[in-house]
Each structure stands twice: as C-alpha cells, then as structure tokens.
C-alpha cells in the first residue's frame, strides 16, 4: 500500500508545483493601478464612457454603489441604472437618486417591466443599457433604443463600490497599452472568519486553471471576466455581437471575456487594492449560495463533468492534507511538499482581499464546502429543470440549447 502513497503523493507535489510557482511569479507582473505610475496626468483626454449597471433587488446595496459611481473623477460619463424587473425599493432609489443628480443628468434610468422569451435577465437589463448612451448630457434617453456613440462601456454589478480614481487610471491604462478589454480584480470585503475561508479558496482555484500573465497572448486559451468590472471597447464589443449574442450564458462574464478572447481582440487583468470593492456574501450560506448558480453552469450542464470536478477537488485539495496525516514514514514527504506548495498558491491573496496566507491550513473546509455547494447546485438545477437566479427560472433545456 505504501507505494501508492508514494505515487498519489508525487503526482499532487508536482501538480501543485506546476500551478503554485508561476501563478506566483507571473501575478506579480499584473499592473497594480494604485501605484504612482499609474496616475492620470493632468488635462488626459479621456474618451467618453457609459457605465451600465443592472440591478434586481439590490435596495440594500444600489445606493452606496450608484452615488460611488456619481463621484468618480471622470470628465464625459454617464451612469445607465437599469431596474430588472426588481419587486422591492430598487427602483424608487435610483429614481430618487437620479432626481438628485439634477441638472447634470449623469444617472439615468431605465426600468424594464417583462422578460423577452430566450434572455436572462440580467444579460438583457446590461443588453439594453448598453445601448443607451449616458456620456451625452443632451441626447435622448428613454424606452426605446438607440445606438450608442461613447467609446468605451463599463459593466458592472449593483453591489459594488467604486473609489473615485478607479475609472479614470483603468480607462488610461487600457488605452495606452491599447486593450480592448480590461478586468479590474475587485477587493473582496470579508466579515468574519468564514468569509475570508470561502472567498480565498475561488481564488486560489482560479489561479490555477486560469493563467492571467497569458491574457496578452493570443495563441493562449486564457481569458478572464468579472460582474465587477468589465471595461470594454464599444467598436468590441459590437463585433463580438454585444450580449444579444450571450443571451442565455449564465456565466456571462466569462463568456464575455472567452468571445473577446476568440475574435483575437486583446485583453488584460488588472489589480489595485480598494479600486472596485464588494461583499461578496453574508456568511458562508450567503457565499455558497451566490456560488450555486454559477458552478453546474460552468461545467456545461453535464453530470461527467461534475463528478470529475468533485474527484479533482478532492485530490489536489483534500487529500495532501490527509496523506500528511496519515501516510506512513518517508511516503509523507511528497504530501508535505504538495501542501507547502498549496502554501505558496494562498500567498497572493492578501492583494486582493482582507484574508491571510495562512488561510491555507483550510483549504480540506473549503474543498469540501465547494464540493457541498457543486452538488448542491446540479442537484437543485436537476430537480427544478431550471436555474432560479433573483426569483427567476431558466429552463435547463433553454440553457443547453442555446
């Protein structure tokens, strides 16, 4: 038996190697917007810009977002609030703060009644106000669509709150280093200690599947996207058929980025502690919850697919720590190299969020929480047929028929 100690334990240390030293190496290449050389000098030219925000049921978290939006340090833009189908106060506070703007007319509204056949919801709320044009003071703004002419857009979700740089040094950055799309990777807001559990594990696991220094290269599969900030040329956008073409993704803001990828455009991620932050969830309930709608979506829908992803998770998370417990003699050395490793993943953390490195003694609870939550989320998605997002069911069929 010993021997397959040896070799489990061989394969997680250079498995885990193979991730943990690169992400670590290459993460600190990412631009960190905070850092002096990044500041917009003074009279840049900055292009007119859009910034579209849909909203269902958001009361609790609508208002700090929108008036961190209205104080940003941007010269031309303008703010498109659009409420979803929302049943609580989310729309009269975007009215009420609309009103506020005054004169200036830098938010403006759009409220949507119904949900056309074959659109998510939100995807249909960020479809329409993109086509609204919020930079022009003077231009039409109502039900009906009109294209729009600001250079870039901003998407980004209803619970976010922004520092009053953030746009300004993004869009400065993705113009000089000629992007089409930038990702700003916002800074997760933890209370309490299974907060900072949960929200440090996704990250790790992102880093290694996804390898954010190959963005640039086009020959690369990489591609990144985030609901929090999602800044992305108009001309892009448009070529890659705006989100009428995602219109059934769940994971819209992958796909966003994987078609950006795919149409040979260039995109890049970006850090900068504090520029764009939110709280992801409330509690690890709250936490496992925003994660089921997203995670059998991810895996196509397919039952293969899930189970391999709980098996995966199981060995290169859970079982280095038990085969350090429990493997005999020698054979826990290449377990104790693939949990230091493992270590070494849970160090860039504390860039992005208020969790510490040595989170990475809970990596078991958190792999097991995820696997609780993956199952969770096929076996609801199975039962009801459908994924129910903001008291909204799409039909699974729909889904995987797009």
Partial sequence: MIWLFW?????????????????????????????????????????????VVPARNEDLHIEPALRSLLQLDYPQYGVVAVNDRSTDQTGAIM?????????????????IKELPPR?????????????????????????????????WLLFTDADCVFHPECLSRAV?????????????????????????????????VAGFIMRPWKLRDPRARDHVGAGAFNLIRRS?????????????????????????KQAGLRQDLAVGHGLVSLHWGAGIAGLISNLEKNMFAVLQFRLSLVLAACVATFMLCIWPFVGLAL??????????????????????IKRYTSGSPWLFITCPISASLFIVALLRSTAVALRDGAVTWRGTKYPLEELKNK
């Fill in 7 to 51: 070799i489990s334990g061989a394969l997680l240390a250079i498995a885990w190697l193979r991730a943990a030293l690169p992400m670590v190496w290459h993460l600190s290449e990412l631009a960190d917007l905070t850092q002096p050389q990044h500041a917009v000098p003074p009279a840049t030219p900055l292009p007119p810009l859009t910034i």
């Fill in 172 to 204: 400065h950055f993705a113009v000089r280093e000629k992007l089409d799309h930038l990702v700003i990777m916002p800074t997760l807001l933890t209370r309490g200690l299974g907060e900072r559990i949960l929200t440090a594990f996704p990250q790790v």
């Fill in 327 to 348: 493997a005999p003699g020698w054979s826990r050395v290449p377990f104790a190299v693939a949990v230091a490793a493992i270590a070494v993943a849970y160090l860039p």
């Fill in 119 to 151: 659109w998510l919801g939100k995807l249909h709320a960020m479809w329409l106000g993109s086509l609204r044009d919020a930079s022009l003071r003077d231009a039409s703004f109502g039900n009906t669509a009109q294209q729009g002419t600001s250079e």
């Fill in 236 to 260: 892009a956008y448009e070529a890659i058929g705006a989100y009428e073409k995602l219109r059934l993704e769940v994971v819209d803001d992958l796909k966003l980025g994987q078609s950006i």
């Fill in 95 to 111: 009215d009420r703060l609309a009103a506020e703007s005054g004169a200036s007319g830098k938010l403006r509204v759009l409220h």
